[in-house]
């Protein structure tokens, strides 16, 4: 054997001990990374950027074929722009849909918004649509996760990003009244599907607690509008409004949930008109957030790009990709990769390159979210509909669990929490309501800082007793509340209904024309 055959033959059996005693936990050193464009296209929807990329990468020396969406906006330069999570799920369960059909679910959940962009989210049971990390829409723990290692982006109304692991202390019944506001008097539960063990517990039972429940105690039938299992016996979330309060024995009911306890049924506390919810408590950097969405490997830390990954998404191979990127300005931004389609320039990218793209889009932040066949980008057009921008390796659109989206318009504030017992004074009710050319008049309220009009049940709020209407013809309805120093009082309830009738100028010309005559004839 020559000495060059040898030293070959040592080299390769060197080489495969190294790769066989190698840790799962992989390190690139000192990488080398380009992107080449050979074609690039930019648009602007309303302040979203939309950037594609037509090209190749090289990494250490590897040349790749990709094509590269880019998404995103300013929140800071752009505060109409919020990011929203979305879905279609069932109102007793979860579900699978693909992205443009979240995007009209999402639309749909809040009336005065349009979707700009979004994205799939985040990794899922592909059996039942249950997301694998926890879920916040709306402020709503929908799901708690069935893990909480994964990362968690949650976005809050002032725009910050909180990105991390959740924090969680249990569960809590929490109460809101008919205008949306939480009442204080945290109830923590105890535990699911038992009676309470002594009058302090609050537990709650579901529709898989098949026995008869007869103490006396008193229970909380609720009408659920909203419950969610993932068949653990341990996690939930559940919304409804009071049913009954019986001390009869009952039996649970599917779409109701019980609640148990002394607690809960201190006097005046829960009303008719109150919406209950049961759901997992967020603490620590992600309490209050408004929507958040999960995550696998982080790609981007603190600036640093990863270079050693230690969790999954299969990133060292190379597939499509898609990502959430957070740059120091407040920019946000989501990015996919398309691939598993290589006849058409489109190879794919392992997590090692997917965190170099992110990199070169300048993100302080990044996390991997669901890729693969999921992997979805759509954009709206000049017609008012969406473009899926990249190319879905399965073909078509993937039914998957979740979306993230940029959208433009008003998310409605919830109002702040209330005291319980609440003695706050109410305000009194607007009156002499009057329409006149156009403009609405009422009384001024006193202590009132602003006021919500409602015409034909849209709100309208204004802080002075007057407000232009520009109202097609026809009947209108239109009451008003009065609100002021939430801390101090109480928001008065509905004024009477004003019916209001918009003429044409014509026509109101000529009416005017028969009063005058019908006054002068006086």
């Keep these: 054997m020559t000495t060059r055959r040898l030293l070959t033959r040592l080299t390769i059996l060197v080489l495969g001990l190294m790769l066989f005693v190698s840790p799962i936990h992989q390190t690139q050193a000192a990488n080398s990374f380009r992107l080449f464009a050979n074609d690039k296209t930019t648009q602007y929807i309303d302040g979203v950027r939309h950037q594609k990329i037509t090209g190749y990468i090289d990494y250490?020396?590897?040349?790749?074929?990709?094509?590269?969406?880019?998404?995103?906006?300013?929140?800071?330069?752009?505060?109409?722009?919020?990011?929203?999570?979305?879905?279609?799920?069932?109102?007793?369960?979860?579900?699978?849909s693909n992205l443009?059909?979240?995007?009209?679910?999402?639309?749909?959940?809040?009336?005065?918004?349009?979707?700009?962009?979004?994205?799939?989210?985040?990794?899922?049971?592909?059996?039942?649509?249950?997301?694998?990390?926890?879920?916040?829409?709306?402020?709503e723990v929908i799901f708690q996760g069935t893990t909480w290692n994964r990362t968690l982006v949650g976005f809050k109304d002032n725009g910050e990003v909180v990105i991390g692991k959740p924090e969680f202390t249990g569960y809590e019944v929490m109460v809101f009244d008919e205008d949306g506001s939480l009442k204080l008097n945290q109830i923590n539960v105890s535990g699911f599907n038992r009676l309470p063990s002594n009058e302090s517990e609050v537990?709650?039972?579901?529709?898989?607690?098949?026995?008869?429940?007869?103490?006396?105690?008193?229970?909380l039938v609720v009408s659920g509008t909203d419950v969610k299992s993932d068949g653990s016996g341990a996690r939930y979330f559940a919304k409804g409004v009071k049913d009954t309060i019986t001390t009869d024995a009952i039996t649970v009911s599917p779409t109701q949930f019980v609640i148990m306890g002394d607690k809960v049924f201190e006097e005046g506390f829960i009303k008719a008109t109150d919406t209950i919810i049961v759901q997992r408590r967020l603490t620590g950097q992600f309490e209050g957030v408004r929507h958040a969405i999960g995550g696998w490997e982080r790609l981007v830390v603190d600036g640093v790009k990863t270079e050693t990954f230690t969790e999954g998404a299969s990133y060292q191979y190379r597939a499509p990709r898609t990502a959430i990127g957070v740059k120091q300005d407040g920019t946000v931004f989501f990015v996919t990769v398309d691939g598993r389609n290589m006849w058409q320039g489109m190879d794919g990218v392992t997590g090692y390159e997917m965190a170099e793209i992110m990199n070169y889009f300048e993100a302080y932040q990044a996390v991997n979210l669901d890729g693969g066949g999921s992997t979805t980008m759509a954009i709206l057009n000049e017609t008012g509909a969406y473009d899926v921008v990249n190319t879905p390796s399965d073909g078509n659109l993937r039914t998957n669990a979740n979306g993230v989206f940029f959208v433009k318009g008003t998310l409605e504030q919830p109002l702040p929490p209330v005291p319980f017992p609440?003695?706050?004074?109410?305000?009194?009710?607007?009156?002499?309501?009057?329409v006149s050319n156009g403009q609405l008049s009422f009384n001024p309220i006193e202590s009132a800082s602003s006021y919500h009009v409602y015409v034909d049940g849209v709100k309208y709020v204004t802080t002075t007793n007057q407000l232009d209407l520009d109202l097609p013809l026809g009947e209108h309805d239109i009451q008003i509340r009065a609100f002021g120093d939430h801390e101090l009082f109480k928001q008065s309830v509905y004024s009477t209904t004003y019916q209001y009738h918009a003429y044409s100028s014509e026509m109101a010309a000529f009416l005017e024309f028969l009063t005058r005559e019908a006054q002068a004839g006086n």
Aim: glycine share 8%; charged share 15%; proline share 5%.
């Design 203 to 219: 537990t709650v039972l579901f529709e898989e607690y098949t026995s008869l429940i007869d103490t006396t105690d008193q229970k």
């Design 422 to 434: 609440d003695h706050r004074p109410v305000l009194s009710a607007p009156e002499h309501i009057m």
């Design 100 to 139: 443009l059909a979240q995007i009209e679910n999402v639309e749909r959940r809040y009336a005065n918004v349009d979707v700009l962009a979004g994205v799939n989210g985040d990794f899922y049971n592909m059996s039942n649509g249950i997301p694998v990390s926890p879920y916040v829409r709306n402020y």
């Design 60 to 96: 250490n020396g590897t040349i790749s074929n990709q094509v590269i969406n880019y998404a995103g906006v300013n929140l800071n330069s752009f505060p109409d722009i919020q990011v929203v999570v979305g879905d279609n799920y069932v109102d007793h369960g979860y579900g699978m």
